[in-house]
């Protein structure tokens, strides 16, 4: 998803400033799509705005520069649609705590039993997020999507809660790796 469909995918829900836009992408509901920041939001709705797909007022406010608000238009609604339909790309995955595992060998066992921990935390915290976002949305699909996303940290937390101490023992120097991908198939 671009930051163009991210955009006019929270402006679907209802007008929004450049800055609640970024909001939304990286803390509320939108930040599991994809990536956005303050210097790509800013020229996709420039970019919007002049392609007719949203329209921006100016809203003034007391002793501060006026606040841009957005809306989509009608022609912003059809191209988003269309987006939707089109083919997706493949989900993407990145994750700093799979580098640290890669080299537990290396980096010892105290290192891969604090990011254990730590991405656990992590994980944690991203399930209090999917659980304690329960705000009315209007999309059918959103109550799927977020049992989607619970199931996936679930599975994650559980996995690691179950292994976790398989990694430990490799970064001990067993020699004999303990097989966990049948535990994951």
């Known amino acids: 998803m671009s930051v163009r469909s991210l955009c006019l995918a929270i402006l679907s829900f209802g007008d929004a400033t450049g800055y609640e836009i970024r909001k939304e992408a990286t803390e509320g509901r939108f930040c599991y799509f994809d990536d956005a920041s303050f210097g790509s939001i800013y020229p996709a709705l420039a970019k919007l705005t002049s392609d007719g797909l949203v329209t921006v007022q100016e809203e003034a406010q007391p002793g501060k520069p006026a606040r841009k608000i957005y809306s989509i238009t009608d ?55 999917l659980t304690d976002h329960d705000d009315a949305c209007p999309h059918k699909g959103s109550d799927w999507a977020q049992s989607y996303g619970i199931a996936c940290m679930s599975f994650t937390l559980g996995y690691l809660e179950t292994h976790g101490d398989e990694l430990i023992r490799i970064a001990e120097g067993e020699t004999t790796a303990p097989s966990s991908r049948a535990a994951a198939e």
């Open 75 to 129: 022609a912003g609604r059809e191209e988003f649609i269309t987006t939707l339909c089109e083919p997706q790309a493949a989900d993407t995955f990145k994750s700093p705590f799979l580098l640290v595992a890669l080299y537990a060998e290396q980096v010892g066992p105290d290192v891969i039993h604090r990011a254990i921990e730590r991405r656990k935390e992590q994980i944690r915290a991203e399930l209090k997020h």
